[in-house]
């Protein structure tokens, strides 16, 4: 059974989706009011020995973690992971908020 995982990129801190070990499956913008704040990805887990690189800035000095895919919380479907990455930017279906929006961006790849 495969296995998902989100990631996350903001303006200080980056996660490298470059990875053979990993499948993009789809990118979200998540704007609030009106700024992007923050990029989500779905990735499908190729292999369970693969490291991402994640970096921050921090005081104008870059700190960069090779961190193993089995620290990453995992998902068994897209779905599960949709839900969580509702729940993390607060999106409520039946409540639409114009203070915060999430866009799924068409064609994008690592």
Known sequence: ???YILLTNKDTFQTDLDNEGLEIVETYNFYFFDKLRAKYTIA???DEKTKIKMSEEYHDREYVNHI???FFEHFDTIEEVR???YEIVDRNESEKSADSK???????SA
């Open 1 to 3: 059974m495969a296995k």
């Open 44 to 46: 499908k887990v190729l």
């Open 68 to 70: 193993r895919v089995k």
């Open 83 to 85: 839900e969580e990455l």
């Open 102 to 108: 999430l866009v799924k961006l068409e064609n994008v």
